[in-house]
T-cell receptor, first 114, second 111 residues
Framework: GENVEQHPSTLSVQEGDSAVIKCTYS??????FPWYKQELGKRPQLIID?????GEKKDQRIAVTLNKTAKHFSLHITETQPEDSAVYFC?????????????FGKGTMLLVSP | SQTIHQWPATLVQPVGSPLSLECTVE??????LYWYRQAAGRGLQLLFY??????ISSEVPQNLSASRPQDRQFILSSKKLLLSDSGFYLC??????????FGPGTRLTVT
């Protein structure tokens, strides 16, 4: 089955700096890669995703890149703010007949200091 | 728009007691439904998923079970809880695309 590795497990940055979280996956058939943000005690929220037919996607201060050959994808957050502090999860999936299951990384705790 | 509900929000149960958690989705039909568990400070573990009424697939062996009696209702159950069943239980849904959206979760403490 799919295996997703996520690094680092903890990332501390100063407000205004950039943050990068990296994930690798094992199943070459995976074609969908979402990122979730989970604040303490809350549900994970989908913040950005990328499909295998594109290499990069951007939404304001966040961007995701995908390298299918190397089987890795990354989340980039620019101009970090204290409210970006949360646990971030990457995931990978492939679409089966009518459904897909996500395999999650173990998460990265991002701490943004004012 | 679609909305996903879970209840109860929190639950404290003794070891050996039964469990029933409910999840319902509004604003969509024929959703794919998922149950995840998140242990304290850990990642998300897929427990069950369902592509239709009465269709349940289990990802890991355990003393939990799931049922889908209606199109937009997903229930997680146990006959006898273990201490290791404590955690944050999240229901999620997806439609025709891959995006999964999570419910607010149920925090279960087994004492």
């Amino acid at each position: 089955g799919e295996n997703v590795e996520q690094h680092p497990s903890t990332l501390s940055v100063q407000e205004g700096d950039s943050a990068v979280i990296k994930c690798t996956y094992s199943d070459s058939a995976s074609n969908y890669f979402p990122w979730y943000k989970q604040e303490l005690g809350k549900r994970p929220q989908l913040i950005i995703d990328i499909r295998s037919n594109v290499g990069e996607k951007k939404d304001q201060r966040i961007a995701v890149t995908l390298n299918k050959t190397a089987k890795h994808f990354s989340l980039h957050i620019t101009e970090t703010q204290p409210e970006d502090s949360a646990v971030y999860f990457c995931a990978a999936s492939r679409r089966n007949s009518g459904y897909s299951t996500l395999t999650f990384g173990k998460g990265t705790m991002l701490l943004v200091s004012p | 728009s679609q909305t996903i509900h879970q209840w109860p929000a929190t639950l404290v149960q003794p070891v050996g007691s039964p469990l029933s958690l409910e999840c319902t989705v509004e604003g969509t039909s024929n959703p794919n439904l998922y149950w995840y568990r998140q242990a304290a400070g850990r990642g998300l573990q897929l427990l069950f998923y369902s592509v239709g009424i009465g269709q349940i697939s289990s990802e890991v062996p355990q003393n939990l079970s799931a049922s889908r009696p209606q199109d937009r209702q997903f229930i997680l159950s146990s006959k006898k809880l273990l201490l290791s069943d404590s955690g944050f239980y999240l229901c999620a849904w997806s439609g025709s695309s891959n995006e999964q959206y999570f419910g607010p979760g149920t925090r279960l403490t087994v004492t």
